[in-house]
T-cell receptor, first 111, second 114 residues
């Protein structure tokens, strides 16, 4: 089955700096790659996603890049703010509608 | 519109008892998923429903776990003879099958087995 690896497990940055989280996946048939943000005690919420026919997607301070050849994708957050502090999960969707999630990255943005 | 809802929000039960967790998906969403999230861990896939059928039950950890969905809407996840290792947050998500793959999550049920 699909295996998704996510790094780093924790990331601490100063406010205003950029943060990058990286994921790799194993199933070459995977075609959809969402990123979820989960604040403490809250439900995961989709922040950005990318499909396999696109290499990069940007939404304000958030961007995701996808390299299908290397089977990896990354989340980039620029100009980080304290409210960006949360756990971020990457995921990939294979041919059976199932999302396989990475183990998460705890991002802390220090004021 | 209303999002995914789950009940109860918290459940404390004694080891060996059975529990039922409920999920109400977004109206019109044909796909429904159950996940388990242990403290500080990622989301572990349990089961997927398309309509009332479950084409993928591969994530159910043991035969103590079962789930059903009726009327293409509400789903219940049942855990029989609960064990302490079943303690976790159980999350439900739903999505359409119209090519938009986004899964919308419910608030979860925090299960504590004492």
């Amino acid at each position: 089955g699909e295996n998704v690896e996510q790094h780093p497990s924790t990331l601490s940055v100063q406010e205003g700096d950029s943060a990058v989280i990286k994921c790799t996946y194993s199933d070459s048939a995977s075609n959809y790659f969402p990123w979820y943000k989960q604040e403490l005690g809250k439900r995961p919420q989709l922040i950005i996603d990318i499909r396999s026919n696109v290499g990069e997607k940007k939404d304000q301070r958030i961007a995701v890049t996808l390299n299908k050849t290397a089977k990896h994708f990354s989340l980039h957050i620029t100009e980080t703010q304290p409210e960006d502090s949360a756990v971020y999960f990457c995921a990939s969707r294979g041919s059976n509608y199932k999302l396989t999630f990475g183990k998460g990255t705890l991002l802390t943005v220090n004021p | 519109g209303a999002g995914v809802s789950q009940s109860p929000s918290n459940k404390v039960t004694e080891k060996g008892k059975d529990v039922e967790l409920r999920c109400d998906p977004i109206s019109g969403h044909t796909a429904l998923y159950w996940y388990r999230q242990s403290l500080g861990q990622g989301l572990e896939f349990l089961i997927y429903f398309q309509g009332n059928s479950a084409p993928d039950k591969s994530g159910l950890p043991s035969d103590r776990f079962s789930a059903e969905r009726t009327g293409g809407s509400v789903s219940t996840l049942t855990i029989q003879r609960t064990q302490q290792e079943d303690s976790a947050v159980y999350l439900c998500a739903s999505s359409t099958q119209d090519g938009s793959y986004e899964q919308y999550f419910g608030p979860g049920t925090r299960l504590t087995v004492t």
